[in-house]
């Protein structure tokens, strides 16, 4: 089973107001995003499950979105699963996707801290 929690901050953004609702709207899309890709995590899960019988754990990730809603950068922050391999292959499947809106400014990035919590059934 994977449980998965997430923050999102926002950088480069300059109207408070305005920053608040962009935050909601990434929040809204980071989860359907995540919601729409979560195959693809559990794939990552599965087979590296099959290798190590008792991996579980938490790996957070950090994402940076551009004003086109691209992921230009993802990396690790944690990762208490001690896999490597887990981590690599969510990092890919992050990289590959793209926010449809983001309501950021042109030239305005934000960035995305995303737990990923994985617990065997």
Not at 27 to 51: A, F, H
Not at 75 to 83: F, K, Q, R, Y
Request: glycine share 4%; proline share 2%; aromatic share 8%.
């Amino acid at each position: 089973m994977i449980y998965l929690l997430f923050l999102i901050v926002l950088s480069s953004c300059s109207h408070p107001a305005k920053n608040k609702r962009r935050s909601v709207n990434l929040s809204t899309r980071t989860q359907d995003l995540v919601g729409e890709n979560i195959q693809e995590i559990r794939n990552c899960y599965n087979v590296e499950l099959k290798k190590h019988s008792t991996i579980e754990g938490r790996i957070k990730l950090k994402w940076m979105i551009d004003h086109q809603g691209a992921i230009r950068e993802v990396s690790e922050m944690e990762n208490t699963t001690s896999n490597k391999k887990l981590s690599s292959c969510i990092q890919e499947e992050v990289k590959s996707w793209r926010y449809s809106e983001t309501h950021l400014e042109e030239g305005s990035t934000a960035t995305v801290e995303y737990p990923f919590l994985f617990k065997k059934n």
